[in-house]
């Protein structure tokens, strides 16, 4: 199987670095497309095949990958749709806001379109570590199994309707923002408290590690939270601190606020 990924920016670069990192693709079935030949020049030096050309890197991949901005996304379909098999091929939309209906629009040929799936990665990707969110189109979903293998290589990846994307950007699009950003408030606390910023980052994120662990097999935060809350303790005191502050509130309106 080959795979060509249209676009070498922040997300389709990542992408692009993470397939070289499974064992799916040989790098020479790997085609990366990008228009300046500056961002093609990490990818060729590992092996992949890379072109300024985005109709040849269409012609000979079994899924093509678009991983431009929503803006460019028409004007690279017109440029590739005549190089496209509809019959073989599985076309995947990583720009944001446009719709499946309106890819098939676009991809519509002699009555027919090709399979096609929406996907949302976040840019943890890169090292194999995305929470992706998949919705295809009643094409796509009669054998997603090789869109799927893809991305469960490249971290956790969830099928659902198109309609809860942008819910699913907010929560892990945007959410590993608001991780990353807890983890600088936190590593200035640690600052604060007298370690060095080194130190207290690494101190973060080996607790974010251990708290992550804590949940992978099931069990809720809160019973989690319980077992390091005694009476009259370190950390109830800091939780209640956190919530007079409006902790949890911040937390749920940044999410329902990057909808708006």
């Not at 389709?12 to 693709?25: R, V």
């Not at 076309?91 to 629009?105: F, G, R, T, Y």
């Not at 370190?234 to 937390?251: R, S, Y």
Request: negative net charge.
């Amino acid at each position: 199987m080959k795979i060509a990924v249209i676009g070498a920016g922040e997300m389709g670069g990542a992408f692009a670095t993470g397939l070289l990192k499974t064992d799916l693709f040989k790098p020479e079935d790997i085609t990366v497309a990008n228009p300046h030949e500056g961002k093609l020049k990490p990818f060729a030096e590992q092996g992949t095949s890379v072109t300024t050309d985005n109709k040849v890197a269409a012609a000979v991949a079994d899924i093509v990958v678009l991983a431009v901005k929503p803006k460019v996304v028409k004007g690279v379909i017109d440029e590739i749709k005549e190089e496209l098999d509809y019959s073989k091929q599985t076309i995947v939309n990583m720009a944001a806001s446009i719709k499946l209906d309106q890819l098939e629009a676009w991809l519509i040929s002699g009555g027919d379109v090709p399979a096609i799936c929406q996907a949302i990665p976040n840019i943890g990707i890169a090292h194999r570590q995305s929470m992706t969110f998949l919705s295809p189109n009643d094409k796509a979903a009669a054998n997603p199994k090789p869109v799927l293998d893809i991305f469960n290589a490249l971290g956790k990846t969830m099928v659902v309707e198109e309609d809860l994307l942008g819910a699913g950007t907010a929560m892990a699009g945007c959410g590993i923002a608001y991780v990353l950003r807890f983890i600088r408030a936190a590593s200035e606390a640690g600052v604060e408290l007298g370690f060095k910023a080194d130190d207290a980052k690494n101190i973060v994120l080996q607790t974010i590690k251990g708290a992550g662990s804590l949940l992978a097999d099931g069990s809720h935060p809160e019973a989690e939270i319980d077992k390091v809350t005694t009476p009259g303790g370190m950390t109830i005191k800091g939780l209640n601190t956190l919530e007079a502050n409006g902790f949890t509130n911040a937390v749920i309106e940044g999410f329902k606020g990057s909808l708006k």
